[in-house]
């Protein structure tokens, strides 16, 4: 059994190993300083820190986008929110829009070129204080504590608790229905000192449990099937039965309007379809729940086709200030002021565009250069170098 064991445990450290996962490589080293340096907290609280500090100057562009998003996720709270937070699933309703205000004041930042989509904080607790409060903070708080003080636990589900618990200070683990199994069985093995006396038959409890769990399995089979038929109609759709796809969605949109995702494809299938002021009104009840670049765009480009123009550049022009390193918001605004006869707003855009640093090359942006470059020499008789 032993064998298997450092087999087993040789497998999985060389698998996080080989990953180059940080959050992952320091959570390895916290179990293996526990058989290594049993009762010796002190020696394994160094060999933490210092095995942290290493990671933060290695990959440190990777380091450097966590900080700007640490540093702009704290922007998020205040003086009225610090109590109660700001409620469930508003980070990724509100966090892009700290993002754009940032690059917007500060267009020359040295994280412009690092910034990208961001739905999640990468720290569980901190996320839990912008939508919760202090007062979700202190609740979520006092069980941790209660645990770890119990005197009735097993060793590997208190490893198991603390790998789970230093993974959620980088990262975003209960994306992952798994973290979520370990997490209960690392809850159940905990025997917990009654705090106080509660007589009441077994019979409620159970007869409870059982409504509860019966109430969450047909939320699940009802999701799943709703699941099940979006997926059928983006099929459709892709295969050209936007006719019949469209009353399905009509009906989803009744049972599925709490899923951003679900309602951003909606609206982008109306956009693909020319259904411009459906897919307009869709979009903008997305926003409610989830807003990020390609929302934006999607806002842009819809008030485009509707001739909303100062609606589409103030989006566009959102668009890319949360992400500064994107071109295709930039080139879209270039070709709106185009449309406009806005010649010299224009011009300057489409210099700012060949003169755009490029931080992952792509066809795509080779095609917007050759484009603007184009547009140039025919309108000026000049050629602008191309950095």
Known sequence: MKILYYIGAFIIFSSVLASQSRTGIIACTAVLSFFIFRHKTITQSLLICLLLVVAIFYKSDSTNGRIFIYKTSISMINEKTILCGTGSGSFKRDYMNFQAKVFQKDKDSKYAMLASNVFHPFNEYLLVLIEYGLLGFIILAIPIILLFTSKEKKE????????????????????????????????????????????????????????????????????????????????????????????????????????????????????????????????????????????????????????????????????????????????????????????????????????????????????????????????RGVNITKP
Not at 157 to 180: K, N, T
Not at 243 to 256: G, R, V
């Open 156 to 379: 590997e589900a208190e490893l198991c608790l603390l790998v789970i618990m230093i993974c959620s200070s980088f990262s975003y683990p209960f994306r992952y229905p798994l973290v979520s199994f370990l997490l209960a069985y690392s809850l159940s093995s905990f025997r917990m000192k009654r705090v106080y006396k509660m007589e009441t038959s077994i019979y409620c409890i159970k007869y409870f449990i059982i409504i509860i769990c019966c109430y969450g399995i047909y939320n699940i089979f009802s999701d799943a099937f709703s699941q099940y038929t979006w997926k059928k109609q983006i099929r459709n759709v892709s295969f050209g039965y936007f006719e019949k796809a469209y009353l399905n969605y009509k009906d989803l949109y009744n049972k599925m309007s709490y899923n951003p995702y679900f309602l951003f494809n909606y609206s982008s299938v109306l956009y693909d379809n020319m259904l411009y002021d459906e897919s307009l009104e869709i979009v903008r009840k997305c926003t409610k729940y989830l807003n990020d670049y390609d929302i934006e765009m999607l806002l842009a480009d819809n008030n485009w086709k509707l001739k909303n123009y100062p609606e589409a550049e103030r989006h566009y022009l959102k668009a890319s200030y949360m992400c500064p390193v994107r071109f295709i918001p930039l080139f879209k605004l270039y070709e709106l002021y185009k449309e406009q006869k806005r010649t010299d707003e224009a011009r300057l855009l489409g210099k700012e565009i060949l003169e755009k640093p490029i931080k992952v090359y792509s066809s795509t942006i080779e095609n917007i250069k050759q484009k603007v470059q184009s547009d140039n020499i025919q309108d």
